[in-house]
């Protein structure tokens, strides 16, 4: 797609009731709290926020959430189910993180729960685990949106982490969760996954990361993933889903660079996804009328 950011506000083009959400992870205000990542997020603009379950109370607790989202009107469009490795001691079974990930989603009002796919010694979990979230989502009407992962390494050869893969796009999982960082690690094609996923593609971690290794979670635009590129795929589609900024922020140098990267990684996300929109609109002006 061409470029055209010079023709595209940042913020203006897309009427707002027609926009793609943008929201703000918890994780990307970390080591800052559950608990301040609302009023950041109203501060500089986002259209409302994804919790990140962790040893937090408050990430846990939806009286203590939804205050927040009512006083900082910044509503909860997605939670991040305790499915890492630091958050192994919250909520217990890895079904009862499934489970109550997806309760906590519908008391305050989460359309989307966010799970890793199971690690391959989680035994029954891992082996029923398609099945399981299927049951999940069909009891609670909360959409369970795997997340693409990476091959770790060890002495140059893959340890086989997960099961079935790493990569969800060939399973058949419903709903899919893609973050870049993690693409990046893989080395995996991401505009070529959005093209594949199709409407299996649900949400957005919205960040970026180099082929090094790392899960950087970098700021969109400062690695090497056609971040730009999906994005405007996105506003072309008039996607029906919602980008999560998760960058990382922790090594900010003084004050105030949070909340710059943060505003940038917002202005990223509304540009490109106007610019598709924008071509989405010209591509259907200049359509041939219908003879009526």
Known sequence: MADGAEHVHPSGLVPREGRIPVTLSSSSVFP?????????AQDLGYDGVEVMVTHNSWSQDAVRLNRL?????????????????????????????IARSADLAREVGAEIVVAHPPF?????????????????????????????MYPWRTRGREALMYLPHWDPVPEGYEHITWDFSHAAIAQADSLAAFHQLGDRLRHIHLTDGT??????????????????????????????????????????????????????????????????????????????????
């Open 120 to 148: 391959r010694w989680q035994g029954g979990y891992a082996s029923g685990f398609a099945e399981g979230i299927q049951e999940i989502m069909e009891s609670t009407g909360v959409k369970i949106c795997v997340e693409n």
């Open 69 to 97: 989202s009512q006083e900082h009107h910044m509503p909860i469009h997605s939670i991040h189910a305790p499915t890492l490795l630091f958050t192994q001691q919250v909520w217990g079974s890895a079904w009862t993180k």
């Open 211 to 292: 082929a090094n290794g790392k899960d950087e979670h970098l700021l969109p635009g400062d690695g090497d993933q056609p971040v730009a590129e999906c994005m405007q795929l996105l506003g072309h589609q008039d996607w029906d889903g919602v980008v999560c900024v998760e960058v990382g922020t922790r090594k900010v140098k003084y004050a105030g660079a949070r909340e710059e990267w943060l505003v940038r990684s917002l202005e990223f996300a509304r540009r490109h996804l106007a610019i598709g929109w924008q071509q989405r609109v010209e591509a259907t002006d200049a359509a041939p009328g219908e003879d009526h």
């Open 32 to 40: 800052l709290g559950t608990q301040d990542v609302f009023a950041m």
